[in-house]
């Protein structure tokens, strides 16, 4: 297993993006959150197989139909957050 945190920018609030990157995450079997950020960004961190991580940060890159995502940062966690399922707050 491995886990990750993904800082999302660009205009990524109030279109969708946190219950879209759920579903995607639920299709790639991660475990997580999404949660809007007061700067505007959205933070994600995930927990699952690498290659899924791989897979849903390259999702987080284009978003939801109504976002305007301008960059995507991940860095990969050391520490085991243990999540069961996937929320947006």
Known sequence: MAQAKLRIT????????????RNRAIELNLKG???????GSVESVVLGEKEN????????EEGSSSA????????WMEEDIS????ETN
């Open 10 to 21: 660009g205009v990524v609030q109030g279109v969708f993006y946190r219950d879209s990157a």
């Open 53 to 60: 991580i791989e897979k849903y940060a390259k999702w987080c």
């Open 33 to 39: 959150y999404a949660k809007n950020m007061p700067d």
């Open 68 to 75: 305007t995502v301008e960059s995507v940062n991940i860095s």
């Open 83 to 86: 999540f069961e399922g996937f």
